[in-house]
């Protein structure tokens, strides 16, 4: 403060205001005086005579300092109108200090702001009154006068930067007529010369043709850097359009319908909230502002008296907040409510902060795209459209080294040449003197011998003589130059025609060969394009009759596997007929040690079926029988089961709620927190929940070979795996399911791996006697210990993967009996000794946990208070810790931290969260009162 003092007695002691203060004087000065000083300083910056503000009612002055200030863009470093309005009306010097301190060190800028307020500063007239025709003329012209007046501000800004005064402008308009005087004599003196020249005439008009040609070559060398500037601005404007291009590309390119609804419902959301809940509290607290200035405004003038008891109140309404802050803690309440309330209030404060990070973020965003915009535009007027590119300004920077060095080598030069100067212009002005001295002796020697002037005389002769040959000199160089430069140009002239008649002749020939030659390119290309276009067709029928071909080729593939594995099954079933064959002749023999038949074992099997389903004919119609009985059975059990569920979920609440009782009459004597755990208290139980939104939902249980399931692990989730392909069947039997893999599937193997086949039959089974149902266990990332447990369908049937027998299968399952008949433990030779190692008395690992545990030192105790507040700290993050991670956290001894926990925090003795600590429920719920 004593700085912002020092500064405000050194500004107020220079002109205008001249005022002698110290730093005593100017810190005891009156309310009424500073004010009338911050009065003093704002008439600067108006056009009008100082006001004593004795003479001036308090609302006045208030009023006419905040409307000064308002022009000034000040902004009080506590944005709150009504403290700084009660402060200028006391004479504070804590407000009126700061104001002080802001306005004098920056008078000039604000003189200039001041100055172009009283005339930028538009007349707000409401819309009913500009809604009359006339009125509105008024103000539009009212409008294009400031904008008039803008740009002649600039225009002048402009022209006081460029540095010209009048006395140097004086100089140059006498400088440029002197100029004049001596062109105009020079042009006198050549026409006297000229007078008595033969073809007078043309050779002017030959010059004055050569001076226009050469006014045109210099117009068209400017044209053409013009052009060539253009190009290179277009072709930089194509680049960065180009670039623009690609970007809105790219961010199109994964935009989809979705994706666009789903940003305008996010869109929608915001407005909503904005609507219905941000923007009413934002009136509802600038209506109670406006309530508040009202009142302020409708109390007037405040005293020191008033103000006092003002602050009394506010320290009593304090303190009957904090007894019903308290009150309200000891208050013991439902802990679901509170619970519930708690995470509403977190959510709501959530909300609103992203809303306010998200206005700050637009608010940002606008700010740099107006920044941009006007970077472009200075970018624009300095160099066009063009934009410096990182090696122009690399090159720039390195020329810009070279020309500092270069000017710090000529500074010396300079100064050295500066040097030399001062020493020659002494001695000049030496001879001088010598020179003075000496035309004095001589003009008394001339004086004496009755000749005075005559080496005054005689220096005029020599100097005019001398003059006279120079000119004489210069004007027969010039007339010799007139002439030869016109027979040049004759010369010129003669020559360029004799040149140029060939090759106007040549350039007629060329145009016509051109012509000719266009034709023919014309019908070339003709031609051409209609060859294209053949080959175009006849190479996309080509590519039809590959692919075709290429078709037929995995068919009859497919199909000679098929007549392949088909031809090994016909074997098979030929040597079972011959063996048939052979039990029918041994059975015509009488042979009894003989094997049986097919037919006979068939046979067999067909009478143990029959009477196995004579059996359970006999089972189900008892199970008829009895079916009502067990169904009530049934219901009775599920009854049963309701209600010891409810019994059990009663108990609990019981012992909830006594548990809650209990912590709640331990800790109402404590200490309250500052800072507690915000996470959710349900964690714990919400693993207990099953989702069983897709439990009547039939799916398969499929078993596949394990050469497929490694196949199906190695391809991503989102490419084709197969197509299942249903057969239904003519004669009422079970419909034939087959599989058939994807390229991606066969294709998706490791080095060393056989070939897989790519046609499987799914072999399909009911499912009998049993209830099998699939789950899906979900993680959450953030809670380890709370997982999602969903109930993905009922298994209707039981489906076995079997591969189609081709030369692949045969191959793989040779390869798999070659590895199998390896043995896993192999002999091998060694070809160096092996080296022992002795053993050692401690470990490397060891040895480096006692270095940095030496080097963390013994940990010491902190403040109770400050350990308290770290661990309200880590509570707000986590709801459960162990120990070894508070003690991490806070790098206290274990058990001082554990005398602290007991305190505050219970102990876990139950899964899920076993020999863990919590925050008892009176830490845990410790906004409970601002929910309200």
């Known amino acids: 403060m004593t700085e912002t003092i020092r500064l405000i007695i050194n500004e107020l002691a220079k002109e205008p205001f001249k005022k002698n203060y110290t730093v005593i004087s100017f810190d005891s000065l009156q309310p009424e005086q500073l004010l009338q000083v911050l009065s003093d300083v704002l008439a600067e910056f108006e056009s009008a005579n100082k006001v004593d503000i004795r003479e001036e009612a308090p609302e006045d002055t208030v009023v006419r300092i905040l409307n000064a200030l308002r022009i000034l863009k000040y902004r009080p470093p506590e944005d709150d109108p009504s403290s700084l309005r009660s402060g200028l009306i006391s004479g504070s010097p804590k407000v009126i200090h700061p104001i002080l301190g802001w306005i004098l060190p920056r008078i000039p800028e604000l003189k200039t702001r001041a100055y172009l307020a009283r005339y930028l500063m538009k007349v707000e007239i409401p819309q009913e009154i500009r809604a009359d025709i006339e009125i509105e003329e008024l103000y539009q012209q009212y409008e294009a006068s400031i904008e008039q007046f803008k740009n002649v501000h600039k225009q002048l800004d402009t ?160 303190a009957e907040l904090n007894d019903l802050v308290m009150k309200r803690m000891m208050k013991s309440e439902d802990d679901k409510l509170v619970m519930f309330r708690q995470q509403a209030a977190i959510v709501s404060n959530k909300k609103s902060t992203l809303f306010e990070k998200l206005n700050e973020l637009k608010n940002e965003l606008s700010m740099l795209k107006e920044e941009v915009g006007e970077k472009r535009k200075i970018i624009g007027n300095m160099q066009g459209d063009s934009i410096v590119k990182e090696d122009d300004f690399k090159e720039y920077v390195k020329n810009l080294r070279v020309k500092s060095t270069r000017y710090k080598q000529l500074k010396g030069e300079m100064n050295y040449l500066k040097a030399e100067s001062g020493v020659l212009s002494k001695t000049l002005f030496i001879l001088e003197e010598q020179l003075q001295s000496s035309n004095l002796d001589l003009n008394a020697l001339e004086a004496k011998l009755g000749i005075k002037g005559f080496s005054e005389i005689q220096g005029n002769l020599e100097k005019i003589s001398t003059e006279k040959s120079v000119l004489d000199e210069k004007k027969s160089e010039h007339l010799q130059k007139m002439s030869d430069t016109v027979q040049e140009l004759h010369e010129k002239i003669d020559m360029k025609k004799v040149d140029l008649a060939p090759l106007v002749k040549t350039l007629n020939n060329v145009r016509q060969e051109a012509q000719i030659l266009g034709h023919e390119h014309e019908a070339a290309k003709r031609k051409y394009d209609s060859v294209v276009s053949s080959v175009d067709s006849s190479l996309s029928s080509l590519t039809k009759d590959v692919e075709n071909l290429r078709r037929t080729s995995e068919e009859d593939q497919i199909r000679f596997c098929k007549l392949q594995a088909e031809t090994v099954v016909y074997k098979v079933e030929l040597k079972r007929m011959q063996e048939e064959l052979k039990a029918y002749a041994a059975a015509g023999q009488g042979n009894q040690d003989r094997k049986k038949s097919y037919k006979e074992q068939l046979m067999t099997k067909i009478s143990d079926q029959e009477r196995l389903g004579k059996r359970l004919k006999e089972e189900e119609k008892e199970i008829v029988e009895r079916q009502s009985d067990r169904v009530n059975q049934v219901l009775m059990w599920k009854d049963l089961i309701k209600l010891l569920e409810l019994k059990k979920q009663l108990r609990e609440n019981q012992s909830m709620s006594q548990a809650a009782a209990s912590s709640s009459s331990q800790g109402s004597g404590g200490p309250g927190p500052s800072t507690a755990a915000a996470g959710p208290s349900q964690s714990g139980h919400s693993s207990s929940k099953v989702d069983l939104s897709l439990v009547n939902r039939g799916i398969w249980l499929v078993k596949v070979p394990k050469y497929l399931a490694e196949r199906w692990s190695r391809i991503p989730g989102n490419v084709e795996a197969g197509k299942l392909k249903i057969y239904k069947s003519n004669l009422g039997g079970k419909p034939k399911v087959t599989l058939s893999l994807s390229e991606a599937t066969l294709c998706a193997k490791e080095a060393g791996d056989d070939d897989i086949p790519k046609e499987h039959d799914l072999i399909a089974t009911a499912v009998t006697n049993q209830t099998m149902v699939a789950f899906d266990v979900e993680s959450n990332v953030q809670d380890d210990d709370n997982e999602k447990i969903s109930v993905l369908g009922k298994v209707h049937q039981k489906l076995e993967c079997r591969p189609v027998y081709d030369t692949n299968y045969m191959q793989l399952k040779k390869t798999a009996i070659h590895k199998a008949s390896q043995p896993i433990r192999q002999v091998k030779q060694l070809d160096r000794v092996v080296q022992s190692y002795k053993p050692v008395s401690d470990h490397k690992n060891n040895k480096e946990y006692e270095e940095r545990k030496k080097a963390e030192g013994k940990k010491a105790r902190d403040d109770k208070e400050k350990v308290l507040e770290m661990l309200f700290a880590a509570f707000e993050k986590h709801q459960y810790y162990n120990v070894k991670d508070l003690v991490r956290i806070t790098n206290q001894p274990v058990g001082y931290l554990k005398e602290v926990l007991k305190e505050v925090c219970n102990y876990c003795v139950k899964n899920p969260h076993k020999n863990m600590w919590e925050l008892k429920p009176e830490y845990r719920h410790y906004k409970m009162e601002t929910d309200d």
């Open 159 to 318: 022209m006081k930067s460029k540095g010209f005064t009048t006395s140097e402008i004086r100089k140059d308009i006498a400088a440029m007529e002197q100029e004049q005087e001596s062109v105009t004599r020079k042009i006198e003196k050549l026409k006297r010369q000229v007078e008595g020249m033969q073809n007078i005439d043309s050779t002017l008009e030959v010059v004055q043709t050569f001076r226009k040609e050469k006014e045109k070559a210099r117009e068209v060398e400017q044209q053409q850097v013009q052009q060539t500037q253009a190009l290179n601005q277009a072709e930089q404007r194509i680049q960065r359009l180009q670039r623009q291009l690609k970007e809105i590309k790219a961010a199109a390119a994964g935009a989809t319908a979705e994706g666009i609804l789903q940003r305008i419902e996010q869109d929608c959301d915001v407005a909503k909230y904005i609507v219905n809940e941000k923007l009413p509290k934002e009136c509802e607290i600038r209506r109670k502002e406006i309530h508040i200035m009202e009142k302020v405004l409708s109390e007037g003038a405040i005293t020191p008296k008033d103000l006092d008891d003002t602050r009394a109140r506010i320290d009593r309404v304090k």
